[in-house]
């Protein structure tokens, strides 16, 4: 059998795990040919001349055995991630080259529909709009504080969570009925559980605005 055929399992299987998005190129360096290809994107097929350069081939180290990831165009002027593996013999020498070329385009172009959709947003004072809507500036306040902590809801530490309720108590939250509750289901905490650490964090606030008062004193 052909050394490089045991490789054709391994193309179909990239291929199809990457759902279309790539094709799996089998170079075959002794006749400087496409040996296998699996899902064609490029318009090339079997048999096609690989274009790979000898020289270049030659000065592959023994040590490199993998090439890129680089940047390719194809034919329809769409982007192309590529990476190369060199295929070796017994003897270490370089019989073949599995090029696997990611086709970027459609997802760059989703990238940038997200971030334009993201960018798009009018600044309006959102106090005209949800000025009655607590849970609305609750979930707003505790996303800038998961965004300044670095953190989500489920990471949260003691010490995060006194943060967030210092930020909350500081907007009045807790002086809407029902606001504890929406709070403890928000951080999955028991009631109980919310008024020790608010009370925790009042003490905190006093106990920080008392050192300032002392600075100034």
């Known amino acids: 059998m052909d050394i490089l055929s045991k490789y054709k399992p391994i193309c179909d299987a990239v291929a199809t795990l990457l ?3 790539a094709e799996v190129v089998l170079h075959d360096l ?3 040919q496409i040996a296998y290809i699996s899902n064609p994107l490029s318009n090339r097929s079997i048999g096609d001349n690989s274009l790979v350069d000898a020289e270049e081939v030659a000065q592959i180290k023994p040590g490199i055995n993998v090439i890129g990831p680089y940047l390719k165009a194809n034919w329809d002027g769409q982007s192309i991630k590529a990476i190369t593996a060199v295929l070796r013999d017994e003897e270490n020498q370089p019989i073949g080259l599995l090029c696997i070329n990611l086709v970027t385009g459609s997802m760059e172009a989703a990238i940038n529909l997200l971030q334009e959709l993201s960018q798009n947003t009018a600044q309006v004072d959102t106090n005209l709009l949800m000025r009655d809507d607590w849970r609305e500036t609750t979930n707003i306040l505790i996303r800038k504080v998961l965004r300044d902590r670095r ?3 489920a ?3 003691r010490h995060d969570k006194i943060a967030l309720l210092q930020e909350l108590d500081r907007a009045d939250i807790f002086q809407v009925r029902g606001s504890a509750d929406y709070v403890a289901r928000a951080l999955s ?3 109980a559980n ?3 650490i608010l009370k925790t964090a009042r003490c905190q606030t006093l106990e920080g605005q008392s050192h300032g008062d002392d600075t100034h004193a």
Do not use: M
């Open 19 to 21: 759902a279309g998005h």
């Open 30 to 32: 002794s006749t400087n």
């Open 151 to 153: 953190t989500t809801i």
């Open 155 to 157: 990471s949260l530490k």
């Open 189 to 191: 905490i028991s009631r």
């Open 194 to 196: 919310l008024y020790q």
